[in-house]
Nanobody
């Protein structure tokens, strides 16, 4: 009932930048939180950044000062601007959206993932 489409992953050199996008569509009544997670090979999925209703944000320590999360409420889209990328940022990045459907049920949906590779 909720579909997420991610884009923006790519191969980039250390120190470079990328911007990820995640657009949510479907029977969405409201969105409470939109976040980005990542999973590197052999590691667990971890929170990168999250933005909640009202615009409050929270970042993992390893991206503070380098990544910025933002959202466009009209488009139900969340962005992750990633600057000063490091090889250790290499991972599959997933977006997660939580909210309420028109029928009243709460939802938590995941995107399909987009690969970010930081390498020279």
């Amino acid at each position: 009932q909720v579909q997420l489409v991610e884009s923006g992953g790519d191969l980039v050199q250390p120190g470079g930048s990328l911007r990820l996008s995640c657009a949510a569509s479907g029977s969405i009544f409201s969105i409470n939180a939109m976040g980005w997670y990542r999973q590197a090979p052999g590691k667990q999925r971890e929170l990168v950044a999250i933005i909640i209703s009202g615009g409050r944000t929270n970042y993992a320590d390893f991206v503070k000062g380098r990544f910025t999360i933002s959202r466009d409420n009209r488009k139900n889209t969340v962005y992750l601007q990633m600057n000063s990328l490091k090889p250790e940022d290499t991972a599959v990045y997933y977006c997660n959206v939580q909210g309420r459907l028109w029928v009243g049920d709460n939802f938590s949906s995941w995107g399909q993932g987009t690969q970010v590779t930081v390498s020279s």
